[in-house]
């Protein structure tokens, strides 16, 4: 560390052995705010232990707790709820807010450490906005983590790298309104209401009969509407986006209502909840569809922007059902050119029906179709990504610790077959080695075989029932390097959404 470029009360911690992190020093209205990490202990005011990483402050110490540093004078502060909603309050940069139209990626973080990494990877891109805290609902549930602490993992990953640019914040994936108040409580800026368990994908192929049935029996009047209403809007009517013609005809409406017709009445009931709960507060809107059985066609697409606009609901983002398949942690399964032509269409009914952004769930690792994206959606593309910086984790600690990563590969083939079943993974247990069939040496290279993403993927939560410990305790004793991998990992996805 170079202590010439600290001064004062910095510098006395750094000859005790305490790691500033450069970047976070910030001075602002005669204060002075920074984050250090050392192995020396006490408690503050409320019994609070300090350990590890904390909160520097010196000036105004008011709302912080802490304990004063004997030489410095600094009062030092633990990660705690409490004092990181201090530091929000005083540095206004820390706190997330909407992002708009612009392109944007999501950066979930099942561990609370790779906010640095992903603020690095982010830095050299400035036509793309970041959303630094993700984490949906199941996932907080595998992890064990709340939504005030993914919020302040972020915040302090980004104080430690010193981001002073927008960013945002996503509660991700939301099935029911008792979903939304912990986010709301926590501060969040960006709302994934996923209706998909109330999308009937029998519509897609039931017979003519059976489909008039399905389309008589909707809440009629949870949709402000009529079968005759519905059906006066589209019947004997051709659309015409950007080149893009849709005509519906009786069959084409009735599959698009009867599939997706209660997603868009509980999708409207979420909405004026999130409105009630956020009162004045500004957010954006996300709506999901994508963790469904069957392809979300064109004409469905248009259905569900055109009656979710008819019911007063406002968003900023939409996912739907693309064709091929969008599996966890590998790229892109399926035909690029048929991907390509429904696509186009995506994108025309987003510009001429908002405009607003096509979202990419299971997004991370796509590479064969970002550039692809990017160009069709003329920039208006939300990116979202959570379990490749799992992966990133799980590369470095194979380089670092080989011992711990054995136990974690065999314990995530002992835990693939069950814990499997809430993804859309095709990875095979077969073809992912016993841990001592592979060298030291082979093992971080597991991270680029498709089956081995998997199942390391999607058994998340067990591993880190079992192995969470240790895994956090490698990664800190090696930040600098998981820091790093998740740099170049996610430079590589975002340059190609600049090509």
């Not at 039931?206 to 809007?233: F, K, N, Q």
């Not at 996912?319 to 091929?324: C, I, N, S, T």
């Not at 979202?384 to 194979?398: I, P, Q």
């Not at 993804?423 to 077969?430: D, M, T």
Request: charged letters at 25%; proline letters at 5%; glycine letters at 10%.
């Amino acid at each position: 560390m170079d202590l010439a470029q600290f001064s004062g009360p910095q510098l006395a911690l750094s000859k005790r052995g305490w790691r500033v992190y450069p970047s976070s020093v910030v001075e602002k209205d005669g204060s002075t705010y920074f984050l250090a990490r050392s192995d020396e202990e006490g408690r503050g005011n409320s019994g609070a232990r300090v350990v590890g990483a904390v909160l520097g402050v010196l000036g105004d110490v008011a709302s912080f707790d802490g304990v004063r540093h004997e030489g410095s004078g600094t009062l030092l502060c633990p990660l705690s709820p409490a004092n990181a909603a201090a530091l929000r309050k005083r540095l206004p940069w820390l706190r997330p807010g909407p992002l708009g139209l612009q392109t944007s990626a999501g950066f979930g973080d099942r561990l609370g450490l790779a906010t640095p990494g992903h603020v690095r990877s982010v830095r050299q891109f400035d036509a793309i906005a970041p959303v630094f805290a993700q984490q949906s609902v199941r996932e907080n549930a595998r992890t064990g983590r709340t939504p005030q602490r993914v919020m302040d993992d972020a915040t302090w990953g980004v104080f430690q790298e010193g981001w002073r640019g927008p960013w945002g914040s996503d509660a991700d994936h939301l099935k029911t309104p008792a979903d939304i108040e912990s986010f709301v409580a926590a501060g969040y800026t960006f709302y994934t209401i996923d209706p998909g368990e109330h999308v009937d994908n029998g519509a897609h192929t039931a017979p003519l009969v059976a489909l008039e049935a399905m389309v008589r029996a909707l809440p009629w009047s949870t949709l402000e509407d009529t079968l005759e209403g519905m059906e006066g809007r589209y019947l004997g009517r051709s659309f015409d986006l950007e080149g893009v013609n849709l005509t519906f005809e009786r069959e084409t409406l009735w599959r698009a209502a009867a599939k997706y017709g209660r997603a868009v009445a509980h999708t409207a009931h979420m909405y004026r909840h999130l409105v009630g709960q956020m009162r004045d507060r500004p957010f954006e809107l996300e709506v999901s569809v994508d963790e469904t059985d069957t392809p979300t066609s064109p004409a469905e697409h248009f259905y569900i922007a055109s009656e979710l606009a008819r019911l007063g609901v406002h968003w900023v983002s939409l996912a739907p059902r693309y064709v091929g398949r969008f599996e966890k942690g590998v790229d892109y399964i399926g035909d690029l050119d048929a991907f390509e032509a429904e696509l186009v269409q995506h994108a025309a009914i987003a510009r001429a029906l908002g405009p607003y952004k096509l979202s990419i769930h299971s997004g991370s690792d796509k590479f064969s179709i970002y550039s692809l994206i990017a160009k069709l959606t003329e920039g208006l593309v939300h990116l979202k990504t959570a379990g490749t910086s799992y992966l990133e984790a799980l590369r470095a600690v194979a380089q670092m610790d080989a011992s711990l990563f054995r136990g974690i590969l065999g314990f995530a083939r002992e835990r693939y077959r069950e814990d499997r079943a809430t993804y859309h993974v095709s990875g095979q247990l077969a073809q992912v080695p016993v841990p001592d069939a592979v060298s030291d040496a082979e093992l971080p290279g597991l991270l680029d075989q498709f089956d081995a993403r998997q199942v390391l993927h999607v058994t998340f939560g067990s591993v880190l029932d079992r192995f969470g410990g240790r895994l956090l305790e490698t990664l800190l004793e090696h930040e600098e390097v998981y820091h790093r991998m998740l740099e170049a990992h996610f430079r590589r996805h975002l340059s190609l959404f600049m090509t």
